[in-house]
């Protein structure tokens, strides 16, 4: 009787092997509130990172008789029909130019982001229709 293998071993082997391979099974508010967390932490790493504030150039040289010490202010950047990439920020996935309660901007802002996007989908460096990735590269 020695000789003869029990059949007992495999099948725990086999049972060991199977719980190897399962998939936690999840409940349906387990996986929502995953994806809220998730969501979250995106919203978090946006606020984080703050976002760049348009600069509207001066149309004239500006004599200035009494030097005012000026804020240190980061993340700024001029508006210009050449910068694609910071007027991209601002059209939709439709083409649309967004509107100043989504952008953020003045009114002052607004209207000069929207005149330079014009200005740029008439040079060709913008898109009319729509926002495809590989217009911008």
């Known amino acids: 009787m020695r000789g003869l293998k029990s059949k007992k071993p495999k099948r725990q082997a086999q049972k060991v092997s199977i719980r190897k391979f399962r998939r936690k099974v999840l409940s349906l508010t387990q996986i929502l509130s995953g994806l809220r967390q998730q969501r979250n ?3 978090e790493q946006q606020k984080r990172q703050k976002p760049i504030k348009p600069i509207i150039p001066s149309k004239t040289l500006v004599i ?3 030097e005012k010490p000026e804020k240190q202010v980061y993340n700024r950047r001029i508006i210009d029909y050449k910068h694609s990439g910071l007027l991209q920020r601002y ?3 439709g083409g649309k130019i ?4 989504q ?3 003045t009114a002052k802002q607004q209207r000069y982001v929207a005149k330079t996007i014009k200005t740029a989908r008439v040079m060709g460096l913008l898109p009319f229709v729509s926002k ?3 217009f911008f590269k």
Not at 98 to 101: G, I, S, Y
């Open 64 to 66: 200035i008789l009494k």
């Open 91 to 93: 059209i939709g996935l």
């Open 132 to 134: 495809e990735r590989s």
């Open 98 to 101: 967004l509107p100043r309660r």
């Open 103 to 105: 952008t953020r901007l």
């Open 41 to 43: 932490q995106k919203l």
